[in-house]
Nanobody, 123 residues
Framework: VQLQASGGGSVQPGGSLRLSCAVS????????IAWFRQAPGKEREWVSI????????LYRESVRGRFTVSKDNSRNTVYLQMSGLKPEDTGVYYC?????????????????WGQGTLVTVSS
């Protein structure tokens, strides 16, 4: 399974970005897909999860109401729509794939990782 994250960039506070995670080697429906991020000098933290089985979604408290995770089966791609961006959202965003029905928030549970895409929120 290979994942490729894209869509990062530099935006001002309050701006929006849409990240994409293109999955190859497996269907997006066969794995739970999670987004993590890592700010400079900090540990990697989970952001959002979309389960393979029923499409259940989880959001980190700090992004709930601002970020939306979705998937397009026809494109085998998972998206993370981010709006109302804040400077504290800055970091490298990674998508990862884990076992179906997995809703774990620890990165150790995820077997496959994309290369990361940088999001910078600054005025």
């Amino acid at each position: 399974v290979q994942l490729q994250a894209s869509g990062g960039g530099s935006v001002q506070p309050g701006g929006s970005l849409r990240l994409s995670c293109a999955v190859s080697g497996a269907s997006v429906d066969s794995h739970t897909i999670a987004w993590f991020r890592q700010a400079p000098g900090k540990e990697r933290e989970w952001v959002s999860i979309i389960a393979s089985s029923d499409g259940s979604k989880l959001y980190r408290e700090s992004v709930r109401g601002r970020f939306t995770v979705s998937k397009d089966n026809s494109r085998n791609t998972v998206y993370l729509q981010m709006s109302g961006l804040k400077p504290e959202d800055t970091g490298v965003y990674y998508c990862s794939a884990g076992l179906p029905r997995l809703m774990a928030t620890s990165p150790g549970y995820y077997d496959y990782w994309g290369q990361g895409t940088l999001v910078t929120v600054s005025s």
